[in-house]
């Protein structure tokens, strides 16, 4: 039976102690506030369901929202009304959050003004609803750790993540080169995984296993010697990576699917002078927003998106009545899809 609500309310994917998703997370029609002077009225359009947004829920991650909570770190909505003071945003932009914030798995919010960024409408919507986290991490990656040049050469593992996958294309439209190192699997995938990412303008595509091997080490002299290694997985992956830098190189470790810790050999660090960083996209988000490299980036996002030179990962739609379905595929190991709550399916009210 379909739901009917009232004027002042919407339906939000509620949770209201830290647990698991599948004990924790509630359907539930809630009070939809009231648009002050300079906030803001958004209908809902998509929102993914990312690692961090699992990790909030169980309570392991360091934003730790207020109680009752809704889920959802990013998303993309239309406006449908503006309050009296708001002149940057009009009824029919597109919007999404400026930084990821908690609450975008809902019908319809109301935000201040000043949490939202206007995007294209001539970028895909998948692409819009995952603008906030994704790409704007490959974005700052490449450009705020070591000074990339047409021609050099970039590592990363994870590569067929939602962040590996915006790397490549970022730093292919960079003239940058790119070695992907992807988890071991049967040859098919492998071979089927690797023109995937070949496709999206990888310069190699090697598993895990081949990264160790000898033959790694011939087919690094293909190309200049990375100056920059993007890590998201830990563990023996991590300390590949740095084997296989430059001098001088960074490695900037956003992630840790492994859940193992890596080690880094002595001699690597003093005599090929390597350094090895953390990056959280998060934090550079709330101490940057508003600024006009912030502006920069997204609008830069938002013109790869219109050519077609910047793509979001292959996505699956799910009514928000399915949103069970949602968190659990979310959940499972290596998934190739990234799950999206598609409040536009009539059948999610």
């Not at 609500?5 to 809630?30: H, N, T």
């Not at 190699?204 to 296993?209: A, D, F, G, Q």
């Amino acid at each position: 039976m379909k739901r009917v609500l009232g004027s002042r309310s919407c339906l939000a994917l509620v949770f209201e102690r830290f647990g698991q998703p599948e004990d924790v997370v509630k359907l539930q029609e809630i009070p939809l506030a009231r648009i002050g002077d300079e906030d803001v009225s958004i209908e809902m359009l998509a929102s993914p369901v990312n690692p961090a947004d699992v990790n909030v829920i169980q309570g392991v991650y360091p934003i730790k929202p207020p109680f009752p909570a809704v889920g959802g770190g990013e998303g993309v909505g239309i406006v449908t009304a503006v309050g009296s003071q708001v002149t940057s945003l009009h009824a029919g932009d597109w919007v999404i959050p400026a930084l990821p914030r908690q609450g975008m798995w809902s019908t319809h919010t109301v935000q201040p003004a000043c949490n939202l960024t206007k995007v294209s409408q001539k970028i895909p919507l998948d692409l819009a609803a995952t603008l906030t986290v994704n790409p704007t991490t490959a974005y700052r990656m490449l450009r705020d750790f070591v000074s990339l040049s047409p021609g050099d050469c970039i590592i990363q593992n994870g590569a067929n993540s939602g962040v590996g996958q915006s790397v490549i294309q970022q730093a292919r439209v960079m003239g940058v080169k790119t070695i992907n190192i992807v988890r071991d699997r049967s040859r098919d995938e492998a071979d089927s995984l690797r023109q995937v990412l070949l496709n999206l303008g990888a310069s190699e595509v090697v598993t895990e296993e081949f990264a160790g091997s000898h033959s790694m080490k011939e087919l690094m002299e293909k190309y200049r010697r990375p100056l920059l290694a993007l890590n998201c997985v830990g563990g023996k992956s991590a300390t590949t990576l740095m084997q296989l830098l430059g001098t001088k190189g960074v490695m900037v470790t956003y992630g840790g699917m492994s859940k193992q810790p890596f080690t880094i050999s002595t001699g690597m660090m003093i005599f090929k002078d390597l350094k090895s960083v953390g990056y959280w996209n998060s934090k550079w988000m709330e101490e940057n927003v508003g600024s006009s490299e912030y502006e920069k980036m997204i609008a830069d996002l938002c013109q790869l998106g219109e050519e077609g030179l910047l793509t979001p990962p292959p996505c699956e739609h799910h009514p928000l009545k399915d949103f069970a379905i949602a968190l659990s595929n979310a959940m499972k190991p290596y998934v190739g899809r990234k799950q999206i709550i598609d409040f536009k399916q009539k059948s999610a009210l």
